[in-house]
């Protein structure tokens, strides 16, 4: 994912929407015949890379076909139900692999049926984005020069260090979340309950971000999304100290509502991207976007993980909130440096 991040917008240009969303659901299809058809380690590594590059590439272009084909009005609202839709397919896969006693006859079928509607779908409305996002933009689409790309990213600023933290977070929660309750003495039931809580924040909270920066300028929403974010992990501190159970309704709002915020600053990166570059730059603004988010959620298990291998499995949380409290720093440092409005 890291490697062809970069790469995606260039291959968008090239190949358009369509054809560049079908190379994708060619991947998977792909890995996922070298998952249920061989067996054998090489293949699954092959397999893995395969889908890990078709994610990348929808991804980046479903990110930049939601925000090209909306009104500038209808960005954030877009953009969140998008999101809402990716964190419920995150969701509902392991349901799926749970549900088949982990054999991948039932994820295989599924995969295969929404690759064929999604193939449809494109098909249908190419004709219409293709023309108004990949042709009628063709005076755009320069090859964008050092300089450009220079400029872009310093433009997202705020939301590639929201991306990159939003990444380190998150998959440091998903990754050892359930473990971490386990370890306090608690059911593996108990641990998927509080990582359903986790995950289904995420899931359900994103459009409330698109409806927050319809009414509101964009960086002040960041910066409250990250305050929250700050919020609730302490509360979440507060509450293991006092003694409350971490099954407890106190303690599930607060994972569900971290959840929803922690995914909400990967979804509002991506909305600043939509409302703070120029079309031709967005397929750029989206890659860099994903990228760090990737590269953070590569850092945080691993860096997570070391420390609460040292210092026990309770660093999670504390680890997590202290990245945070480093993130609502940068942000409020970016408002005050960069000037702007909030």
């Known amino acids: 994912m890291i490697a062809l991040g970069s790469a995606t917008p260039a291959l968008i ?22 998952f249920s058809l061989f067996d054998d380690i090489a293949l699954y590594v092959f397999g893995s890379i395969s889908i890990g590059a078709a994610l990348t590439v929808r991804w980046i272009s479903c990110d930049t076909l939601v925000i090209q084909q909306s009104a500038d009005a209808h960005v954030g609202r877009n953009v969140g139900i998008h999101e809402t839709l990716m964190g419920g397919g995150l969701a509902v896969g392991p349901l799926m692999l749970w549900l088949s006693d982990y054999g991948y006859g039932l994820v295989l079928l599924s995969v295969l049926v929404m690759s064929g509607v999604a193939t449809l779908l494109l098909y249908f409305d190419s004709l219409h984005f293709e023309t108004s996002a990949s042709v009628g933009h063709a005076e755009e689409r320069l090859t964008l020069d050092r300089h450009t790309k220079k400029e872009a990213s310093g ?159 309770v660093a999670l949380i504390y680890t997590c909130t202290a990245f945070a409290l480093l993130l609502l720093l940068i942000s409020g440092n970016f408002a005050k440096v960069k000037g702007r409005p909030i």
């Open 155 to 313: 433009e997202l600023g705020q939301a590639l260090m929201s991306a990159f933290f939003g990444g380190f977070i998150e998959a440091s929660f998903v990754a050892f979340l359930p473990a971490f309750v386990i370890s306090q003495g608690y059911s593996v039931a108990a641990g998927g309950l509080v990582g359903f809580a986790f995950g289904l924040g995420g899931t359900l909270l994103q459009p409330l971000m698109g409806v927050a920066t319809s009414r509101a300028r964009v960086a002040f929403v960041q910066l409250s999304c990250v305050v929250l974010i700050v919020i609730c992990l302490i509360g979440a501190i507060a509450v293991m100290n006092t003694g409350y159970s971490l099954t407890s309704p106190a303690f599930l709002s607060l994972i569900f509502f971290a959840g929803g915020w922690i995914g909400g600053a990967n979804t509002l990166a991506v909305i600043d991207c939509g409302t703070r570059l120029e079309s031709h730059l967005i397929e750029f603004g989206v890659a860099r976007i994903a990228t760090f988010y990737t590269v953070g959620a590569v850092a945080g298990p691993l860096i997570v993980g070391a420390i609460a291998w040292k210092a026990g499995d």
């Open 13 to 34: 240009k090239r190949l358009g929407i369509f054809r560049i969303n079908l190379f994708a659901i060619s991947l998977t299809a792909l890995g996922f015949a070298c």
